[in-house]
């Protein structure tokens, strides 16, 4: 049976969103011998020291940029969930080499970090950007799932076994629409930009997605890319679920911006497998040895979709209304 307790866990990312919801679980149902907060901003560690100081929390200040940091942290460490990435899409956009050196560079560094020390298994957070990539983050979070996935042909005789998460937007996470918005309401504003009236998005709320990584360790094989099947909502709804009274101001397409999200491909569709509450992608590779991926860890049956099939926050079948959206919110 799966459980964290008395296991030594790593989170790189970890003083973000997710890295503190995620903290927040495995405190609330394990008992871990070491849990390790691995990011670079002093500040933000400082902080959350003040929440969470159990005996079993370790704060180490490093960049998942830095190899050699990143292999002394992860000495003993049975559990990594890889959270760290530069996210922002202009920001990305406008400083590409930034943006490869965390997100490619530093998926290599974990993979490298993870093998050398023998760690058991290692969940990857991706993003719906990665499926048919047309922003500089998307392709490169694309580029780091290939090399989780294709981790697990270079490990040789050992233990460690690497699986990707992938999900869409995260309800008031920072950076996210949802504190923007709210942000400007508190200023005074009186109107709300949104980019397009057509566009959607899928949403996941963090104890979801914290959820969601955690069930991931248990029906991992290894080469999996684990996608949720979660609500979309119009952006335009979205806005009038948190500001009824606002106007909206279509403000057109950001750069790296699309209209719909895509978490599986068509072109993946030879590949996707249905669960009854999520996805597998399986890899395009073949393994030395190759698992069952239709029957998981847990002994879930799961499905080919039909040829073509894709999974787009337009054609979602699960759309939230504005009261449902205000709920969650």
């Known amino acids: 049976m799966f459980t964290l307790n ?13 890295g503190k919801q995620f903290i927040k679980a495995v405190l609330e149902k394990y008992t871990p011998k070491r849990l390790i907060v691995y990011s670079r901003d002093e500040l933000k560690q400082f902080e959350m020291q003040q929440v969470y100081n159990q005996d079993c929390m370790r704060y180490f200040i490093g960049d ?38 965390t997100n490619v560079n530093g998926a290599q560094n974990v993979i490298n970090a993870a093998i050398e020390n023998e760690v058991e298994k290692v969940v990857a957070l991706s993003t719906d950007k990665a499926a048919n990539p ?18 697990n042909n270079v490990v040789g005789g050992i233990r460690t076994k690497f699986a990707v998460v992938r999900y869409g937007n995260v309800v008031g996470s920072r950076g996210s629409v949802v504190p923007f918005f ?32 955690m069930k991931s360790f248990q029906r991992m094989h290894g080469g999996e890319i684990f996608v949720p099947k979660i609500p979309s909502s119009r952006i335009t ?31 993946d569709s030879h590949l996707t497998l249905q669960f009854h509450d999520h996805y597998v992608i399986k ?17 879930e049956g799961g499905m080919l979709v039909e040829q073509g099939y894709e999974y787009n926050s337009g054609t979602n079948p699960v759309f939230l209304s504005i009261e449902e959206l205000r709920e969650l919110i």
């Open 6 to 18: 008395d296991k030594n866990v790593l989170i790189t990312g970890g003083t973000g969103s997710f």
């Open 283 to 299: 890899p395009t590779i073949t393994f030395f040895a190759q698992p069952d991926y239709s029957v998981n860890k847990l002994g």
């Open 134 to 151: 047309i922003n500089l983050y998307g392709a490169t979070k694309l580029v780091s799932d290939k090399l989780f996935v294709a981790a």
């Open 237 to 267: 709804d979205l806005a009038k679920a948190i500001a009824p009274q606002a106007a909206i101001k279509i403000i057109g397409i950001r750069p790296g911006e699309k209209l719909h999200e895509i978490m599986c491909p068509a072109d």
């Open 64 to 101: 998942v940029r830095d190899g050699a940091r990143l292999r002394q942290a992860m000495r003993g460490v049975d559990f990594v969930v890889h959270a760290a990435a530069l996210k922002q899409v202009p920001a990305a956009e406008y400083n590409p080499m930034e943006c490869i050196k």
């Open 182 to 213: 709210k942000k400007l309401l508190a200023e005074g504003a009186t109107e709300l930009p949104v980019t397009d009236e057509k566009m959607t998005r899928f949403w996941i709320t963090l104890p979801q997605g914290v959820e969601f990584v």
